[in-house]
T-cell receptor, first 107, second 119 residues
Framework: YVLTQTPSVSVAPGQTAKIICGANNLGSKSVNWYQHKPGQAPVRVIYDDNDRPSGIPDRFSGSNSGNTATLTITRVEAGDEADYYC???????????FGGGTRLTVL | QPHLQESGPGLVEPSETLSLTCSVSGGSISVSRYYWAWIRQPPGKGLEWIGTTHSGGSIYYNPSLRSRISMSVDSSNNQFSLQMNFVTAADTAVYYCARDTVSEGMDSWGQGTLITVSS
């Protein structure tokens, strides 16, 4: 089972960024999203498809249906520039899977 | 949220064994709803899951690393560990430990420790 992410997304400040995670029948699984900035620990920004941990701005939201999960960041700020990873628990021989990551660049 | 802190040697020689420990404070490692994971990031690459363990004894390993790794939980000292045998330069990475809620993802992470494999 493989989670596929577009390597990079670029967006201007104030615009909306959509980061895609794709896999077969992904909608049947629970998807988590992490933000990872250089030199820092990854931070969970969305869990269980569309729930937001306390302290994460409501500009971050998630959805998951069919073969695609999407992390949406509205009103993008310079501080959102980071790598974003999707992740699932899968009931196979490799239960924890990360996507390859998407680098969000704020123009 | 608990605080997680990785500790390790920094530099390991090829073919030797890497030993890492994650110390957990501000919460018990024996709480049944939590699992404990190791993840790494090689230079210029993405996150790679290494393995996950539980105080109750369950252990899950990345199949690509299974033959070289072992994980354990030390409940008395509130820490968990990773051993990786026969390391090579490809094992050079920042290694993170994390608390995994499974259904709600990894909600707490250590700051990471850089491990370099070199002679």
């Amino acid at each position: 089972y493989v989670l596929t992410q577009t390597p990079s997304v670029s967006v201007a400040p104030g615009q909306t960024a959509k980061i895609i995670c794709g896999a077969n029948n992904l909608g049947s699984k629970s998807v988590n999203w992490y933000q990872h900035k250089p030199g820092q620990a990854p931070v969970r920004v969305i869990y269980d498809d569309n729930d937001r941990p306390s302290g994460i701005p409501d500009r971050f939201s998630g959805s998951n249906s069919g073969n695609t999960a999407t992390l949406t960041i509205t009103r993008v700020e310079a501080g959102d520039e980071a790598d974003y990873y999707c992740q699932v628990w899968d009931s196979t021989s490799e239960p924890v899977l990360f996507g390859g990551g998407t680098r969000l660049t704020v123009l | 949220q608990p605080h997680l802190q990785e500790s390790g040697p920094g530099l390991v020689e090829p073919s030797e064994t890497l030993s890492l420990t994650c110390s957990v404070s501000g919460g018990s490692i024996s709480v049944s709803r939590y699992y404990w994971a190791w993840i790494r990031q090689p230079p210029g690459k993405g996150l790679e899951w290494i393995g996950t363990t539980h105080s109750g004894g369950s252990i899950y390993y990345n199949p690509s690393l299974r033959s070289r790794i072992s994980m354990s939980v030390d409940s008395s000292n509130n820490q968990f560990s990773l051993q990786m045998n026969f390391v090579t330069a490809a094992d050079t990475a920042v290694y993170y430990c994390a608390r995994d809620t499974v259904s709600e993802g990894m909600d707490s992470w250590g700051q990471g420790t850089l491990i370099t494999v070199s002679s």
